[in-house]
């Protein structure tokens, strides 16, 4: 199944998803959830958009707690913060954030990684590119977690320029029955 994620939640593939449903948003409009039903599995998704203001966003994140209850539970977006050095260009600051720390405790806590860089290790590549005083500065803010279990049904997973996209590939495996 080839799942597309962009900003307002839209994913597809014909004849592989049997039922999407809306399980609902929250208030300020950060998030939405989605269900969606495959040939034998039942996934939600999780679409966000954490505030761009450090404590808004740490209050957010800690939100996002009733949101990791779920193995099949997929938390893609941008969350505005990057998970580690590595997420950023060389040159740039690497500054200290509280909402980081609250991420990662999230993560840690209920065995989530991020998936995207759960498969490409080392490499660095940017979802938020943008010119400040003439001096390109890139990092990458958009992530997709997954509890580490669930990992095994992602296949290929890539970063393009635009702002968030991010394309899953899920590998499920199903015996055909007479």
């Not at 049904?153 to 394309?167: D, K």
Request: hydrophobic share 45%; glycine share 8%; net charge positive.
């Amino acid at each position: 199944m080839l799942l597309l994620v962009g900003g307002g939640g839209n994913f597809s593939e014909e004849g592989f998803c049997d039922r999407v449903m809306f399980l609902g948003k929250d208030i300020e409009g950060r998030s939405l959830t989605v269900q969606i039903k495959l040939v034998n599995t039942i996934i939600d998704l999780v679409n966000i958009y954490a505030p761009n203001e450090v404590k808004d966003r740490e209050r957010f994140l800690k939100g996002l707690l009733g949101h990791l209850t779920s193995d099949n539970r997929i938390v893609v977006g941008d969350f505005n913060v990057m998970l580690s050095r590595i997420d950023l260009a060389q040159g740039m600051v690497y500054k200290a954030d509280t909402s980081r720390k609250s991420l990662v405790h999230l993560m840690d806590e209920f065995h989530y990684v991020d998936f995207w860089r759960c498969r490409h290790g080392a490499k660095r590549d940017f979802s938020r590119r943008q010119m400040v005083e003439g001096v390109l500065k890139q990092s990458r803010i958009d992530f997709g977690l997954c509890h580490v279990d669930f990992i095994a049904n992602i296949g290929r997973v890539f970063i393009s320029t635009i702002h968030l996209v991010i394309m899953l590939h899920f590998t499920f495996k199903f015996t055909l029955r007479n």
